[in-house]
């Protein structure tokens, strides 16, 4: 089947919000929130990815409208279903149906990534899920770069979205 692919967090979802809870949380200082998330190591990384992979401050997410209105343009166009592909573990499905269901773009299926595949790179896995289901990604939207990639070069048909420029919203 024919799809159109998309990421949730940081390409629909502007994570900022959840990002910088979590910091604070954990007691670190910072001006860019996504920036330090990038740079943790050791018992903070840890810390930090607990609380967000968890559903504590999953509210704090808000949508990202320029690739929204992307996708919905790119949906009426070529009448692709949509199909959600994220780094997300299962645990945090529902709240992360509601915060999709809410941007009100429809959609075939939300793929969130199993719990055996939790230690697997974003680049390796999505790979994996894409094959296990057959789809045939026509579009793919992202904002990692190096998922791009792999995804571009298991699926070379595909036209590839980078969205990581989108402006982050103001926190």
Same mark, same amino acid.
């Given at each position: ?5 998309? =990421? ?5 979802? =502007? ?12 007691? +670190?200082?910072?001006? =860019? ?17 607990? +609380? ?8 704090? =997410? ?8 992307? +996708? ?27 915060? +999709? ?71």
């Amino acid at each position: 089947m024919q799809v159109i692919i998309a =990421d949730i967090d940081g390409t629909v979802l =502007d994570v900022a919000g959840r990002t910088a809870a979590c910091l604070r949380e954990i007691g +670190l200082e910072f001006d =860019d929130p996504l920036a330090v998330s990038r740079t943790l190591r050791g018992d903070d990384n840890k810390r930090f990815y607990e +609380l967000f992979l968890g559903t504590k401050y999953i509210d704090l =997410d808000t949508p990202m409208p320029r690739v929204i209105e992307q +996708l919905r343009a790119l949906m009426e166009e070529t009448k692709l279903p949509l199909i959600y592909l994220s780094g997300r573990l299962t645990n945090v499905e529902r709240p992360t149906r509601k915060a +999709l269901e809410a941007i009100g773009l429809p959609f075939e299926a939300l793929a969130l990534r199993p719990f055996r595949y939790r230690f697997k790179r974003a680049t390796e896995w999505k790979v994996i899920a894409i094959r296990e289901v057959g789809y045939e990604p026509v579009h793919i939207f992202d904002d990692d770069a190096d998922v791009l990639k792999a995804l571009g070069a298991a699926f070379p048909e595909a036209l590839l979205h980078d969205v990581s420029e989108a402006p982050p919203a103001p926190l």
